[in-house]
């Protein structure tokens, strides 16, 4: 099998209110550089200091989501992102190494495996969609 390439590419965190935290990076120095809604209805911002390779990911997630938690300190960090060169032979060596499968996601813009570390942390594998 062919080995696959990882890159941390950025953390993500849960926020409660977006725009209010959004506020509150920007005035860190951080830029906006991409944002979206996620088919289940949950609203991403990746931010940035100019010329830093790795990201942050503010996620909110609203009450009628499937990915919401109520929200307690400590529950602020969501997950890290990882970028992989082939997602289906990345999960097939997670199966492999008996590691949880948590969540998998491919849609119409999105492939996407998910993992748990021993604490319960979320790990997100994305690449491209298989052609």
Request: glycine share 8%; charged share 30%; hydrophobic share 35%.
């Amino acid at each position: 099998m062919a080995r696959v390439k990882v890159e941390l590419v950025y953390s993500g965190i849960r926020v409660r209110k977006l725009e209010r935290s959004l506020r509150f990076y920007r005035r860190l120095g951080f830029k906006v550089y991409r944002r979206g809604t996620m088919e289940h209805g949950g609203k991403w911002v990746h931010l940035t200091f100019p010329g830093a390779r790795q990201a942050l990911e503010l996620n909110f997630y609203p009450r009628s989501n499937r990915f919401y938690e109520p929200f307690r300190r400590g529950t602020e960090f969501d997950h890290f992102g990882f970028r992989v060169s082939d997602v289906e032979a990345w999960e097939a060596e997670l199966r492999r190494r008996k590691l949880p499968i948590v969540a998998r996601i491919r849609e119409s813009h999105e492939n996407l495996v998910f993992t748990r570390d021993p604490d319960g942390n979320w790990l997100e594998f994305f690449g491209p969609l298989p052609v």
